[in-house]
């Protein structure tokens, strides 16, 4: 039986992976800190003869006893409001922590794939964003710690590849949604949908005419899955390029709640990227990946699970404003 190795595993993406190894019959160990990941999302699996888990800091020196086949380095802060929040976990995370995951995975000899993000371009001057383009970041912006922890973590995984030999593959994730995902943790889709749920108003930031492009789980997890048995090592996005404002995205969400919601307009936060969406050529050809699920569906899903929370974690709050972390 082969194995892998998730971080981030209580995380949204680290727990459908979990689930999507699991189901094509691999012995996972599962590895989180639980700094931003929540224990629910693996809860189901906790019982399970092929699943361990070990509570750990990945920037602390890691090992896992016997084989080891694969790694998958899913462990960082991933929302603008977690990672302002916690900036030098996140730059660690993504330094230090690939570090540690490349070093062990040397050891093992087993193949490697991190996550990296839509966010190593910036606000991107090039349109939509093809993996050759080298991105517009600014290091010393609140986006900064994330960007150029990830940025960084490319370019251990690449030396790595060259010096050692290593077996790597690096994703580039475009927004994704879906169940799982933390109803507080600032992101856009939910935000607008706890909102719903809660009867509050819309927080659309700036005029709302940046642009995003959501991917549902089910897709993202299939592209990753290819990728990482795919041979190629040279960055591939991942997302679904079917672009929306987030104005008409939040107009979307009103009616879809039968028009009973509002739109408000806050500050636009800094750095916020203006376009964005994934140019997938790449992932077609090499992987013969495209996303299925649209809009409609993913968020309908996103949504049903988000009512089954309880009262308490719809009104938790984690986090106030940006202004209270852009000082
Ligand atoms: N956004 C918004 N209202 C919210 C949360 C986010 O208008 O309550 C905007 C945010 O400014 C950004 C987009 O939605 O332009 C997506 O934000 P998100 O935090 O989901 O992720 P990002 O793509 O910026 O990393």
Redesign the pocket.
Known sequence: MESVLITGAAGFLGSHLIDKFLAEGFEVFGMDNFITGNPNNIAHVASHPHFSFIEQDVTKYINIEGNLDYILHFASPA???DYLKIPIQTLKVGSLGIHNVLGLAKAKKARVLIAST??VYGDPLVHPQTEDYFGNVNPIGPRGVYDEAKRFQEAMTMAYHHVHGLETRIVRIF?TYGPRMRLND????P??LG?VLRGED?????D?Q?T?SFCYIDDQIDGIFKLLFSDYALPVNIGNPNEIS?LDF?KEIVKMNGNKSKIIF?D??VN??MQ?CPDISKAKELLGWTPKIGREEGIRKTFEYFKTLSKEELYKTEHKDFSDYIK
């Open positions: 929302s603008p409001i839509s966010e927004n600032g992101r856009v889709i935000a607008f909102q819309l927080t659309v930031f700036g709302g940046q995003r987030i939040a806050k636009l936060p916020d990227p964005r």
